[in-house]
């Protein structure tokens, strides 16, 4: 088994601590302890506690963005599409549900304008992802024609569904909830 690196033990130490703690009462020593280096050290990468928040987010969302996007994008029908897609967004909740509700509803804004930009960009990132991927699956007859942008958008959704229903409302249904919503989105409210 190989040691992780002095970064990726701060970065596992700060999510724990800024989970558990929030933001505002975080102390970098706190990291320090939990990553088993000293203060000194974090510095060594980050210049401020505000700069390794904003790493440590960005670290979070890229992992989830690009474990679900690589499943998704190994699909070769619509349903395998959807059928990923739900599994993977499910694996994910169960095991990072926590860290999910804390990118997306900590009050990032009196952090940096710099992370939300990032975030923005990112999730258009994704978006054009699936889009492609829907074009793909439209090109293949796979699905009727529409707007790829706009069924990117709806297909996101399912995400925010799970991670609603799961992290915020605690219920034990959230693969039928996202079932349900995959349905509609195959076949259509009428």
């Not at 928040?53 to 963005?65: A, G, H, L, P």
Request: glycine share 4%; hydrophobic share 40%; charged share 25%.
């Amino acid at each position: 088994m190989t040691k992780p690196n002095k970064w990726q033990s701060i970065l596992s130490s700060a999510n724990d601590v800024f989970l558990n703690c929030g933001y505002e009462k975080t102390k970098m020593d706190d990291i320090a302890v939990g990553a088993g280096v000293g203060k000194g050290t974090i510095y060594q990468y980050v210049d401020s506690k505000e700069e390794l928040f904003v790493q440590m987010i960005k670290t979070n969302v890229s992992y989830v963005s690009d474990v679900l996007m690589e499943a998704i994008e190994e699909s070769h029908s619509i349903e395998a599409f959807f059928d990923r897609l739900l599994h993977k967004t499910l694996f994910m909740l169960n095991k990072h549900g926590e860290k999910i509700s804390f990118v997306i509803y900590e009050d990032l804004s009196r952090i940096s304008n710099q992370l939300q930009e990032w975030m923005a960009e990112n999730q258009e990132k994704d978006m054009q992802r699936l889009s492609t991927m829907l074009q793909h699956f439209m090109d293949q007859n796979d699905i009727r024609d529409v707007q790829p942008e706009v069924a990117a958008w709806l297909i996101q959704d399912v995400l925010r569904l799970g991670i609603y229903f799961q992290v915020f409302r605690k219920q034990d249904n959230i693969e039928e909830l996202m079932r349900g919503e995959i349905d509609i989105l195959l076949k259509g409210l009428k």
